[in-house]
């Protein structure tokens, strides 16, 4: 027998309350919550198929070296290991890409930034129009998705080589 909370429960309503307040999961916990909202929390066969499915792999992240890209040979083989690492992996591990050390640590602390700045700001960047080049959401599968991840995302894109810089968040700049 199916349990009151389970009958009543309407997972769009709750979504689309999440979604309205446009204040992401970081806006959850600033408001002191106390229980994760339901949408969530993975039902537990799937943590359990999960785990059987991993229990015995010996998980690497592929890695993906960047060194001599400018050779034709080189760089069709980097662009292959990119293909292969997205595909299998959705993610992957840049080394020798001749970013400066400081520079990462600049985005790092700007992210920081960007997610601790006065939630009004942050609402004017919340959208799920992937057409805008600026978008600060959470979970952009939110309403497809099976469980929602416990994260919020900033998405720059842009694919001009000399970007408008006052397209993004004064923290980024």
């Known amino acids: 027998m199916a349990s009151i909370t389970s009958v009543s429960y309407d997972r769009t309503k709750e979504l689309k309350q999440f979604d309205d307040t446009k204040a992401g999961v970081k806006g959850l916990v ?15 066969e799937d943590l359990a198929a999960d785990e059987l499915n991993s229990a015995h792999k010996n998980i690497e992240v592929p890695i993906i070296d960047l060194s001599n890209i400018g050779d034709s040979i080189r760089r069709q ?12 992996w959705g993610f992957f591990q840049v080394i020798n890409h001749g970013i400066p050390l400081s520079v990462l640590d600049e985005m ?4 920081r ?12 960047l919340y959208s ?11 979970n952009s599968d939110l309403y497809t998705s099976q469980s929602a991840d416990w994260r919020d995302s900033l998405r720059l894109t842009s694919f001009e080589s000399n970007p408008d810089s006052s397209d993004l968040p004064p923290v980024y700049r």
């Open 30 to 44: 600033d408001t002191g919550i106390l229980n994760i909202p339901k949408f969530f929390v993975r039902p537990a």
């Open 77 to 88: 083989e980097i662009v292959n290991e990119i293909r292969i690492a997205s595909e299998e």
């Open 108 to 111: 790092i602390e700007a992210t």
């Open 113 to 124: 930034l960007f997610n601790e700045q006065d939630l009004e700001l942050k609402m004017e």
């Open 128 to 138: 799920r129009d992937g057409a805008k080049k600026v978008i600060f959401n959470s």
